[in-house]
């Protein structure tokens, strides 16, 4: 079928080429010749022939050990369908597990499909600060106006989404289930969104269960969050911003979500002795429950990931919107933490803040005026 349809196409480029005296049919004939469909079984296969098919179905695929599902460099426009299970081999190893760069690319998954990480072969409890080197999840690095939607995922090996150097992507009704490293020595540092240096995207109706980060953004503007579960992590955070080599976080909407039985809620940290900014950020109708460290939290001393105690001044967080941020702490949990260097901190509007349960902090400090802690 396929090759029947390139010969045509060979026979019509010949047929031009003696019509025409001039011509130049490689770009079109190119397109042309793209097979409407592929459906691989293999991940070598299907990396080869990337570019050859407009609609890549990766089916039931095993992907070896120690290798990335190599979806980058796509042609404009293409789609790629995740179906049935997709499998990884053990190794040891930084990943990515899966990698999709491109423009204008669709990425979803087919109905009762399953990206099974396999992630209990490496979890210790270490997750991505010792013990077995672990292979990061999906790399959406370089994507630009693209979607990845109805994504069913299960036990990552340790961080999820990597998303950077993005510009235009939505990420819709994605599904992280990692609720089964819940256990001594399980999974650490599964972060589900990572954003860096992106600009424009869209992360909607995300289901999360894991055991850090729902959302962590080290840099990027124009950023939105919206209609998000997330259970068992760390909470909804900016940061830690500073210290890398693209330090702003400028425009952020987090809305519409709940946040249960994770350690945070709602979290912005900055890096100690650095410098970069964090302006422009709203976290709306934000519902809290069984959160068993800090409700909201947010302070500007972190460094090597701990907080020092000491803030510095040099990434100011300006522009910062909390409005029906509601719902409880656990008894032991702090419901609101504000640690800001001395004039560092400005323009807040908090309306509607309402965070319940625990033992008010005595060590607030460099606490805006529109805030209370
Ligand atoms: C703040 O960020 C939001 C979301 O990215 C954006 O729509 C809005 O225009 C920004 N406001 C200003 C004053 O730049
Ligand atoms: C907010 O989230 C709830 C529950 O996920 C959903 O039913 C509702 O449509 C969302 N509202 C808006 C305005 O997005």
Same mark, same amino acid.
């Given at each position: ?45 299907? $990396? ?8 890549? !179905? ?6 070896? $050990? ?16 995740? /179906? ?6 053990? +190794? /040891? ?10 423009? *204008? ?40 106006? $693209?979607?990845?939607?109805?994504? %069913? ?10 998303? %950077? ?9 994605? #599904?992280?289930?990692? $609720? ?10 599964? &972060? ?17 269960? %894991? ?48 946040? #249960?039985?994770?350690? %945070? ?7 100690? &002795?650095?410098?970069? +900014? ?5 976290? *709306? ?6 959160? =068993? ?5 947010? /302070?500007?001393?972190? /460094? ?5 105690? =000491? ?22 949990? =702090? ?26 902090? =005595?060590?607030?400090?460099? !606490? ?6």
């Amino acid at each position: 079928m396929v090759s029947a349809r390139i010969a045509a196409l060979v026979l019509g480029a010949g047929a031009l080429v003696a019509a025409a005296p001039a011509p130049t049919p490689t770009q079109p004939a190119k397109l042309q010749d793209r097979a409407a469909s592929c459906t691989f079984t293999d991940a070598a296969v299907a $990396s080869k022939s990337k570019t050859a098919c407009s609609t890549i !179905v990766l089916s039931n695929i095993a992907v070896p $050990s120690g290798t990335t599902l190599d979806m980058t460099k796509l042609n404009d426009g293409t789609t790629v369908i995740f /179906e049935g299970t997709t499998s990884f081999g053990y +190794k /040891e190893w930084e990943g990515p597990l899966i990698s999709v760069s491109g423009t *204008k690319i669709t990425v979803k998954g087919a109905s009762g499909h399953v990206i099974d990480g396999n992630g209990a072969k490496w979890w210790d409890g270490e997750g991505s600060n010792g013990g077995k080197t672990k292979p990061k999840f999906f790399y959406a690095h370089s994507l630009k106006q $693209s979607t990845i939607s109805n994504l %069913n995922v299960k036990n990552t090996p340790v961080q999820g989404f990597s998303i %950077n150097s993005a510009t235009d992507l939505v990420l819709d009704h994605i #599904t992280i289930d990692n $609720s089964a490293g819940d256990i001594t020595d399980g999974g650490h540092n599964t &972060d589900a969104f990572d954003v860096g240096s992106s600009s424009g995207i869209t992360i909607s109706n995300a289901n999360i269960k %894991n055991q850090d980060d729902c959302l962590a953004i080290n840099s990027g503007t124009n950023i939105h969050f919206v209609d998000g579960t997330c259970s068992g992590g760390h909470g909804l955070s900016i940061g830690s911003v500073g210290g890398r080599s693209d330090n702003t976080v400028d425009g952020v909407v987090i809305e519409n979500s709940t946040i #249960t039985n994770s350690q %945070n809620g709602v979290r912005i940290k900055t890096v100690y &002795d650095a410098t970069g +900014k964090v302006n422009n950020v709203t976290y *709306k109708d934000i519902t809290l429950s069984g959160i =068993t460290k800090y409700g909201v939290v947010i /302070e500007q001393d972190y /460094e090597n990931g701990s907080p020092t105690g =000491t803030p510095t001044t040099g990434v100011p967080i300006t522009d910062l919107t909390l409005s029906g941020v509601k719902g409880s702490v656990s008894s032991s949990a =702090t419901p609101i933490y504000i640690l800001c260097g001395t004039g560092s901190c400005s323009d807040w509007t908090w309306s509607n803040v309402a965070v319940t349960g625990g033992k008010a902090s =005595t060590e607030c400090s460099g !606490v805006p005026s529109g805030a209370s802690c």
